[in-house]
């Protein structure tokens, strides 16, 4: 074969390459899109051209074929354009760029997500421990407390009891001809019960003592749970210390029952927290147990003194009357301390003056308790309650009701003017 043959063929192999070069390419590429789809392997394969003679290595990672020319980026049928996402999400070199250079290897994931999974598991073991059993202690009312006391013997606190003040000479004759009457025989056992309970201390081992003490802490604060029988809590109430049997040495487990009455009768209930809510006050503030605690031992220097006998008598009954008189004087204070801005440096004078008043009017303390009440079920505001100092003024009909001739002192007596004292009273200790 001459040179002119040999040439003439190289010339028409020159021309052809292109369509060939092109089938084999979509071949490969078809081939490499096969395998990644599969089995996502990271390799690399080289491609020989053999009609031009050259090396086109390309890169194949995880069936991918990476390239650079024009040729690979428009063309329709390119490998990146043709993959689904499902087969995106796969590909691992997708995957280490999205996870970045910075995060841990697998291993190390794996050994963290381990950790965080025991601390979880760890901590939803965890139980609060409220009591030994778990269960909270159910709450008590008055009556159930009262009945343990009723069918518990009493003997020896009765033998100590004090229920009326000894006189003797002329204070004797004097009570007895111009004194309140006398109580009635069918309710001395009952009155001589109530100065029995006031002689009774708390005692740790009986289950209604301990529950009486919790029942009055979960209805002050708002709890269902029960607290420890010492500690500051109690001091968040009112109480002076981490033990509230230290302050019922006046009034022993009387106090407790006053107060018990005060929180689990509906009707009073919303008194108590109004109180509560104003013994927290920055500047107000007050022990609200020891309080309540002098506001028993009010309501039994009434009852001895058989201030109390007359209503008693009437109604024929002695508890109900008592703590019906005891919310009285508690709310007594109550509106003389929040209308006149007292604070706790005024307290020795303001429970002077509440004994004094509450002695010398047991029915109208009373009385006013049953107006109280009845305005708040009506839903308006109850007088003495607003802090608002125009509220503390009488209204013209009460002035004009409370007559001529005796100035400020002959006006008609309000809660919100305790200081305005009636004619009895003149001469008697007053609010400084």
Same mark, same amino acid.
């Given at each position: ?19 060939? *070069? ?9 081939? *490499? =899109? ?17 009609? /031009?003679?050259? !090396?086109? =290595? ?7 074929? &990476?390239?650079? !020319? ?28 999205? +996870? ?6 697998? %291993? ?21 421990? &409220?009591?030994?059993?778990? /269960? ?31 006189? @003797? ?26 100065? %029995?309970?006031?002689?009774? =201390?708390?005692? /740790? ?18 709890? $269902? ?19 509230? %049997?230290?302050?019922?040495?006046? @009034? ?20 108590? $927290? ?6 927290? =006050? ?9 309080? !309540? ?64 008043? +509450? ?7 009373? $009385? ?12 308006? &505001?109850? $007088?003495?309650? *607003? ?46």
């Amino acid at each position: 074969m001459t040179t002119e043959a040999f040439r003439g063929q190289d010339q028409e192999h020159a021309r052809q390459p292109t369509h060939n *070069s092109y089938a084999m390419e979509e071949d490969i590429d078809v081939a *490499s =899109h096969t395998e990644g789809l599969n089995g996502l392997s990271r390799e690399c394969k080289p491609l020989e051209d053999i009609t /031009n003679g050259h !090396s086109n =290595h390309k890169p194949v990672m995880n069936g991918l074929v &990476i390239s650079h !020319s024009v040729k690979d980026q428009t063309n329709g049928n390119a490998p990146l354009r043709s993959l689904p996402i499902s087969a995106l999400k796969q590909n691992g070199l997708l995957q280490t760029l999205a +996870a970045g250079a910075d995060q841990p290897q697998p %291993a190390e994931e794996n050994v963290e997500l381990e950790k965080a999974r025991e601390e979880w598991e760890a901590l939803e073991n965890v139980q609060p421990a &409220i009591t030994e059993d778990s /269960n909270p202690t159910p709450l008590i009312s008055f009556n159930e407390a009262l009945q343990y006391f009723q069918t518990t013997d009493l003997g020896d606190l009765l033998k100590n009891i004090q229920p009326t003040i000894r006189r @003797t000479g002329l204070a004797a004759i004097s009570h007895f001809l111009f004194g309140p009457p006398r109580l009635h025989r069918e309710l001395l056992e009952e009155r001589d019960l109530v100065f %029995a309970i006031a002689q009774c =201390h708390v005692d /740790n081992s009986q289950a209604v003592h301990m529950r009486v003490l919790q029942t009055i802490y979960k209805r002050l604060i708002g709890s $269902r749970l029960d607290c420890p029988r010492f500690g500051a809590h109690w001091e968040n109430i009112g109480f002076q210390g981490t033990d509230p %049997a230290t302050d019922l040495r006046g @009034t022993g487990f009387l106090g407790l029952m006053h107060t018990l009455y005060f929180v689990m009768d509906p009707e009073t209930l919303p008194l108590a $927290r109004d109180i509560y809510k104003l013994s927290q =006050h920055p500047t107000q503030n007050f022990p609200f147990c020891v309080m !309540s605690i002098n506001m028993t031992r009010i309501a039994l220097q009434v009852l001895r003194e058989e201030a109390m006998s007359k209503e008693c008598n009437r109604r024929q009954q002695v508890v109900g009357v008592l703590n019906e008189f005891y919310v009285a004087t508690y709310l007594h204070l109550y509106q003389l301390w929040k209308t006149q801005q007292k604070t706790i440096v005024d307290s020795g004078f303001v429970l002077k003056e509440v004994e004094l008043f +509450a002695k010398k009017n047991p029915k109208q303390m009373l $009385r006013r308790l049953e107006v109280f009440l009845k305005e708040r079920r009506a839903g308006g &505001i109850p $007088r003495g309650t *607003s802090p608002d100092p125009q509220a503390q003024q009488p209204s013209p009909t009460q002035g004009a009701r409370a007559g001529t001739g005796q100035g400020s002192k002959g006006k008609e007596m309000h809660f919100t003017g305790v200081c305005e004292l009636p004619p009895d009273m003149e001469g008697e200790a007053r609010l400084i």
